[in-house]
């Protein structure tokens, strides 16, 4: 595959092209995820423009960094880092600057040189790669360089760099069967059961959940139900004392308004909306963005509820609930269509309590624990990556709280 290349001007004696299509996985970096075993090229092509030039080695060579630039409150901080505190009450009002960059993989691969005008190239990628993302405080970034260099006494060397944008993706096509996760609450004289999918698209438009209730329509009644989708913008990292997650900078879009229909009973399921806001507006200062995960940031989402009441004889106060959501996209050249989900799947046997994540959650992290610099899972090697495992904000607890996750069939 060759790409568009300008020759009406004079060029540089070499020229590295890359596909402008983005690089692209699919499904969380762990092991278990059937995806991962597709091996993601990177396609381009080397353009020798110079005759004259007799290239004797050529190598390409792909580099990616993350980084994190900070300043946390030091009350946050573990004692570690913060010991020349000893005012406590400085302690508690200091700010600490943290800056750091890490090496994400650095791969090289020779092309060999036949005396050809171009050579067209497909770059294998390491499979755990975090995607790129830019943010006021965090980085991941990749690139692809290719060295050129000549023989003999008078040897030359042109070095020629290009950006390479990664991207992650939780769902293959619009026609994903996307499970979805039960949920149960009881509070005094209301019951309530919500099914919420795992994952949306931002291409749906919008995040609907299923949601059923059960209340002493002799002391209250269900005025009205507010819905909205919240961005968690988690900053963290690692010490030799294990993983520190920094307070999450929390992001809620606009709510929408649902009501009840006046002669609801126990046995109807509410479609409940709410609008994914994929463009900035007076209401909305920035899009939201998708599910990312990388060693220093993760943004993740929850959708919220409030439940209001309207009661004759007692006050009642609003219900809150949470549920985390994956909010992703889907892979370029998809038509978004349409897509499934299917709260109707058969449920496991076993149900969970609400303040466990739907997907996987890593042991608890200790001192002793060793975190594997790569794929959203926990197992080895030394602490100067963080975890790389989704976490997601528990739900607050209520009593009689159960989960239950619908799985495909």
């Given amino acids: 595959m060759k790409f568009t290349h300008d020759i009406s001007t004079k060029l540089p004696p070499v020229v590295l092209e890359v596909d402008p299509k983005p690089v692209y996985y699919i499904g ?8 991962s075993q597709i091996r993601t090229k990177l396609l381009g092509n080397v353009y020798f423009n110079d005759p004259k030039m007799k290239w ?27 010991n020349s505190q000893s005012d406590l009450q400085e302690f508690s009002s200091v700010t600490t600057h943290l800056e750091t960059t890490v090496t994400l993989c650095d791969v090289e691969k020779e092309l060999i040189y036949t005396n050809e005008k171009v050579i067209d190239f497909g770059f294998y990628l390491p499979p755990y790669l975090p995607p790129s993302i830019k943010t006021k405080h965090a980085f991941v970034e990749y690139t692809l360089a290719v060295t050129c260099t000549t023989s003999g006494t008078f040897s030359k060397k042109q070095r020629v760099e290009k950006p390479v944008t990664v991207c992650r993706h939780y769902l293959p096509s619009p026609s994903s069967l996307i499970p979805s ?10 019951e309530w059961s919500a099914e919420v ?10 995040v609907v959940i299923a949601l059923r209730w059960s209340v002493e329509k002799e002391l209250v009644e269900v005025d009205r139900i507010e819905f909205c989708i919240e961005e968690l913008e988690t900053y963290r990292f690692s010490t030799k004392s294990g993983v520190h997650n920094l307070k999450p900078i929390v992001i809620q879009f606009p709510c929408t308004v649902y009501h009840p229909p006046t002669f609801s009973n126990s046995s109807e399921t509410h479609f409940v909306r709410t609008p994914i806001h994929t463009t900035a507006s007076k209401k909305v200062k920035r899009p939201i963005r998708t599910h990312h995960f990388d060693p220093f940031l993760e ?18 106060k609003p219900l809150a609930i949470e549920f985390p959501i994956i909010i992703t996209d889907f892979p370029p050249n998809t038509t978004a269509d349409y897509f499934v989900t299917d709260p ?22 200790t001192s002793s624990t060793i975190i594997q610099p790569g794929g959203d899972e926990v197992p080895c090697v030394d602490l100067d ?17 159960t989960a239950t996750t619908s799985q495909l069939v």
């Fill in 197 to 206: 999918p795992k994952a949306t698209a931002v291409e749906a438009g919008e």
């Fill in 299 to 316: 943004i993740s989402h929850r959708v919220k509820l409030n439940i209001h009441f309207v009661g004759s004889t007692i006050n009642a």
């Fill in 56 to 82: 004797n080695r050529i190598t390409l060579h792909f580099t990616g960094k993350a980084g994190l630039n900070i300043d946390a409150p030091t009350s946050s901080l573990p004692r570690d880092l913060a």
């Fill in 385 to 401: 990556l963080p975890e790389y495992t989704p976490r997601y904000e528990s739900l607050p607890p209520s009593s009689n709280n």
């Fill in 28 to 35: 969380p970096a762990t092991r278990e995820n059937p995806m």
């Fill in 181 to 190: 996760v039960e949920y149960h609450g009881v509070r005094e004289w209301f």
């Fill in 344 to 365: 109707l799947l058969s449920p496991l046997s076993s149900t969970a309590s609400t303040m466990d994540s739907m997907l996987s959650l890593p042991p608890v992290i």
